[in-house]
């Protein structure tokens, strides 16, 4: 055997070796994305702990939880309707994929809009990024800085899910696409799951 | 493999994903109950953070199905995640020796 067909012979080793793990390519993509985003997050609620724990005046300005409760509650809801819109993908219902994609983009609207009715709220009291009245001024900057990373996500989210949504509709797209935003808009929620306890629960004025 | 992971999503059926949901609400609950209850904000964090990693497990298993993949991936995803996610851990101490004092605030 020639070194040019052992050559040829490694080369179609490799080609035909698969998908690493067995995945589709853009599902594997949106996984390794969602370990990164996981590590930024992560990152920043480990900076928002480390000042916490070295200020003694840290701020407790949430006087209620009625707000952030519903906002889980839409959020979490929002997941079960994206499941839903995949599983109505995957038996080839393309009218009730695309309803249900698009409820679960409003319910992500919802959400926004609530979340930002919350940031006026704390505007209208005097907190900024810079200084606020109740204690360290770090707070303000940790608080919109991680609300806001958060905010932009399911902005993001939104935008694709209306989008995908749309050329799935129009058959530019398939189940597979469906599933691989839904990984990203259930990672928005599992998020959610670690901002509301460390940045509004233990905040909350008893 | 999609074809089988699509296949299996459909014998599933949607009620293990209700279950799941409604399992998740109970959670986030919890969390909101614990925030009220009278005990020391330390041990407030270590409960409501044991609380989301329960979520955040249950939705990454069953909502990311992530548990219908292959193994070696699941063990991919959660071994690289939970050791970095331990590598950020070491800068608590420094942050303690902030509030009590030593050697910085003098």
């Keep these: 055997m020639s070194q040019a067909d052992l050559t040829m012979e490694g080369h179609s080793t ?28 992560a990152a920043c609620l480990v900076a928002y702990g480390f000042l916490r724990n070295g200020s003694p005046s840290w701020p407790r300005p949430f006087h209620s939880i ?40 409003v319910l992500g609207i919802v959400f926004a809009l609530l979340h930002l009715r919350e940031w006026m709220g704390l505007i209208g009291e005097g907190m900024t990024m810079f200084k606020n009245p109740w204690g360290d001024p770090l707070f303000g900057a940790s608080f919109f800085s991680i609300t806001g990373l958060h905010l932009t996500h399911v902005t993001c ?50 | 493999m999609t074809t089988t992971t699509a296949e299996q999503h459909k014998s599933d059926g949607i009620g293990k994903d209700l279950i799941v949901y409604v399992c998740l609400l109970a959670l986030a609950g919890l969390q909101f109950v614990i925030a009220y209850q009278n005990i020391d904000p330390s041990q407030m964090f270590v ?23 292959k193994r070696s991936f699941l063990l991919f995803v959660v071994i690289f995640t939970v050791a970095v996610l331990l590598g950020m851990q070491y800068g608590w101490s420094d942050s303690f020796r902030m509030v009590t004092g030593a050697p910085f605030s003098k």
Excluded: Q
């Excluded at chain 1, 998908?19 to 390794?32: D, E, G």
């Excluded at chain 1, 398939?174 to 509004?200: K, Q, R, S, T």
């Design chain 1, 14 to 41: 490799g080609l035909t070796a698969g998908p690493v793990f067995s995945i589709p390519t853009k599902k594997l993509a949106m996984w390794l994305f969602i370990i990164a985003d996981t590590m930024t997050f």
């Design chain 1, 66 to 105: 009625t707000n952030v409760a519903l906002m889980t509650f839409i959020l979490l809801t929002s997941s079960l309707t994206m499941l839903v819109g995949l599983r109505s993908a995957r038996a080839g219902d393309k009218a009730g994929a695309f309803r249900w994609t698009i409820i679960t983009a």
């Design chain 2, 47 to 69: 409960r409501m953070l044991a609380v989301a990693c329960v979520e955040a497990g249950l939705a990454e298993l069953f909502f990311m199905h992530l548990w219908s993949e």
């Design chain 1, 157 to 206: 989210g939104v935008i694709a899910l209306i989008a995908v949504g749309l050329r799935y509709k129009g058959g530019r797209y398939n189940a597979d696409d469906i599933e691989v935003l839904g990984l990203y808009w259930h990672f928005v929620d599992l998020v959610w799951m670690f901002v509301v306890p460390l940045v509004y629960l233990l905040n909350l004025t008893h």
